[in-house]
């Protein structure tokens, strides 16, 4: 009995309430538009300013969520969400988070809790070698990858300038990565004051990936001018065209040159896993460090990262600073996770992993991203055999980029009125300057049948002049 908390048998009522309404959800989620119809503000104008002062009965509650919240939900679980990467929290993952969320526990030290500790380092190492990677990566979950790679850049810096720690500043160090990398990268860099003049962008190939001459000369450049090149990150499946830079020959780079290499798999690390797509980490198994996100497309719910790291001494240099009320003794199957980032506590992030990890199993993941890729190609063949569009990235995972052949405007009116019909929901982006389409393929309620009839819904808007049919 908790006296200040509800009673387990309200409980057990509303908890059985909510199963129901997940259950119905996930299995109709088709249900729903895939974005709501309403205008900046509108839940705030129907929501109280203030918190009430007297507690109010959980069916108010429930009522209001299923009222006023579900409605203004974008529904990134449902099967035509085609949007930015696709993705999608899969039951075991939900009932994971369930749980994570009951035991409360903090994993922040090993004494605060063992078993989010020792999950975490099981889990990691269990997808660690999914992708075929080696032992020697040390493994710590973050929230996002923009976290993850933010570590990862403060402890390059300490690889290139052990004194920094005490000194602070930017003694000249720079970072390199390809035009097509994601903006978390210059994030991170801003926030640990590289300064954005001293992130470089290398240019690219026809296939959007990183060219290794263009870095070494760029490295060259830097050094010749007295400045301190420190790290390069390459991006295993871009988020503009999920292209794959040549992360062997960055490698080879950066070990010459003393940087350090960290490479954005946050994507395109769960597509590495297929035996058929090993060759996207090759030679990852030297670099010094990669994040992948399960929760873009390994099915479990958002947030949650995975850091891997060949160098967790630097890691520790990088941001372990105990406090007296926080020191432990020194056993060393006993990790503290706070000395290997900048926060304190972590919730139980790596249940959930345990839980989908588990209950898929590596063949079954390995056949539902088999589908995803082929269903790209496919519709990828489709678009290429209507004249009025073209494809214009190639599509080696499951992201299909194509434009209509005009204007950008009309590029940007066909997203509009797709997702406006509410049957599916797409975004675009800017590619060689100009407007194009991103069809993404990734969550689990997604049919091929899912994807050739937004595929005809595009080429019936097109047909109607680009006008709503009605
Ligand atoms: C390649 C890549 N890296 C990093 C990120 C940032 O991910 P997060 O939201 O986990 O910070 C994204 C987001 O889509 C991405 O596509």
Redesign the pocket.
């Known amino acids: 009995m908790r006296p200040q908390d509800m009673s387990p048998e309200e409980f057990q009522k509303h908890g059985h309430e909510i199963v129901d309404w997940i259950a119905g959800y996930l299995s109709h989620t088709r249900d729903y538009p895939v974005a709501p119809d309403m205008q900046p503000g509108d839940l705030i104008d129907k929501l109280p300013a203030s918190a009430p002062a007297e507690g109010e009965p959980m069916e108010a509650i429930l009522a209001d969520f299923e009222k006023l919240i579900v409605p203004a939900l974008n529904h990134w679980n449902h099967p035509r969400f085609h949007a ?2 696709s993705v999608s929290a899969s039951a075991a993952g939900i009932l994971g988070e369930m749980l994570a969320a009951a035991v409360n526990v903090n994993g922040m030290l090993w004494k605060s809790c063992p078993a989010a500790v020792e999950l975490e380092e099981v889990t990691l190492s269990w997808l660690r070698q999914w992708m075929g990677l080696p032992p020697e990566f040390f493994g710590i979950i973050h ?7 933010f570590h990862a850049l403060g402890a390059a810096r300490v690889m290139a300038d052990p004194d920094l720690r005490q000194r602070g500043s930017n003694p000249g160090f720079t970072v390199y990565c390809s035009e097509h ?5 210059e994030k991170g860099a801003l926030a640990l004051g590289f300064g954005q003049k001293n992130v470089r962008k290398v240019g690219v190939d026809g296939e959007f990936r990183m060219r290794p001459e263009l870095l070494a000369a760029m490295i060259a450049a830097d050094r010749a001018a007295g400045l301190r090149p420190c790290c390069v990150v390459s ?5 503009s065209v999920t292209s794959v830079d040549p992360v062997a020959e960055v490698q080879a780079i950066a070990e010459r040159e003393g940087l350090w290499h960290h490479i ?5 690390g769960v597509a590495a896993m297929l035996p058929e797509n090993r060759w996207m980490l090759a030679g990852a198994e030297r670099a010094d460090s990669l ?1 992948v ?1 399960p ?2 497309w390994l099915f479990t719910p ?2 949650i ?1 995975a850091f891997y790291c060949r160098r967790p001494d630097t890691l520790r240099e990088a941001y372990a600073l105990v406090p007296p009320y926080l020191a432990s003794q020194g056993d060393p199957r006993a990790v503290n996770l706070m000395d290997y980032r900048v926060p304190l506590g972590s919730r139980f992030r790596a249940l959930k992993l345990w839980f989908v990890m588990r209950s898929f199993g590596y063949e079954r993941v390995c056949a539902i991203i088999r589908d995803h890729m082929l269903w790209a190609r496919e519709l990828a063949a489709a678009i290429e055999a209507d004249a009025r569009f073209e494809v214009v990235a190639p599509a080696p995972m499951s992201l299909v980029c194509f434009r209509y052949k005009g204007t950008d405007e009309e590029n940007q009116r066909l997203i509009e009125l797709v997702n406006r019909s509410g049957q599916a929901f797409l975004a675009g982006n800017r590619l060689n300057g100009q407007w194009m389409l991103r069809f993404a393929i990734g969550n689990l309620g997604t049919t091929r049948e899912d994807v050739f009839e937004t595929w005809s819904k595009i080429q019936a808007l097109a047909s109607a002049g680009l006008c709503d049919p009605g």
């Open positions: 930015y990467f929230d996002t990858a923009s976290s993850s790679t990398a994601h903006s978390s990268i991006t295993v499946g871009t988020t954005d798999a946050a994507y395109g994040v996100n929760h873009k958002i947030d990262s």
